[in-house]
């Protein structure tokens, strides 16, 4: 049997972090090494960095999960954050874990915008939607990323009689509706777009791909 320091060690939670998609975001961790780690139970706390006190996450409170939905939390984006999380099993607590500084606005991961494709003769029309985050407005409509951003649609056009890997830029802006005209008949054509955001330097992944033949 473990002595009492020797468990405490052992079920201390590893790699404490924060993973964030359009602001919706959780804190994740892993069981400590001990084989009994997995019968542990968690406890989560958080708080706003310069804070002196931690807030206890009450639906993360003696759970036996390696996740905890933290977006209400974290919901003033500009504002760093720490979490931190201890174990317990059979009476003994570990020491805390920290993560390392979470700020939402300049960490979050932003998904691809929404791609909807509509051809006529000799070309094609693009239609954008971006990505929202779970935050919402009064009326209960979620607040699209756009409202915390500066943020450009990049589209791409494939033509797939050329080369399935050959993206070419047709569109950069604000834009929702683009028209991307003198294309080919009888020609398959993909579009893929992505968010770009130019303060930060980051990119979106690429939407999935919409296709049509013209």
């Known amino acids: 049997v473990l002595e ?7 079920i201390k939670p590893q ?12 804190l994740r961790w892993q069981p400590g090494w001990a084989r009994e780690a997995r019968d542990a139970l968690y406890f989560v ?9 931690w807030q206890n996450k009450d ?17 003033d984006i500009q504002e ?4 931190r999380v201890r174990a317990a099993l059979a009476g003994v607590y570990s020491d805390w ?17 929404v791609v909807t494709v509509v051809h006529s003769n000799k070309s094609i029309t693009v239609k954008l939607q971006a990505p929202r985050s779970p935050y919402r407005r009064k009326r209960g409509s979620k607040i699209p990323m756009t409202n915390y951003y500066d943020l450009l649609f990049q589209v791409f056009i494939i033509n797939n009689l050329l ?7 047709v569109y950069e802006g604000k834009d929702k509706v683009i028209k ?34 013209l």
């Not at 130019?198 to 791909?209: E, F, N, T």
């Open 163 to 169: 080369d399935e890997q050959h993206r070419v830029l």
């Open 45 to 53: 706390q958080y708080k706003v960095y310069g804070q002196s006190t």
């Open 97 to 113: 874990s920290l993560s390392c500084r979470f700020t939402p606005w300049r960490e979050t991961t932003i998904g691809p915008p």
């Open 4 to 10: 009492n320091q020797d468990l405490q060690d052992s």
């Open 180 to 213: 991307i005209e003198d294309l080919r008949p009888g020609v398959s054509y993909c579009i893929v777009a992505k968010m770009y955001v130019p303060m930060l330097g980051h990119s979106s992944a690429y939407s999935s791909r919409q296709c049509t033949v």
């Open 80 to 83: 760093p954050y720490y979490s």
């Open 59 to 75: 639906e993360c409170w003696g759970i036996s999960s390696h996740v905890c939905d933290l977006t209400h939390e974290t919901s």
């Open 15 to 26: 790699k404490v972090e924060f993973h964030s998609f359009n602001f919706n975001t959780t």
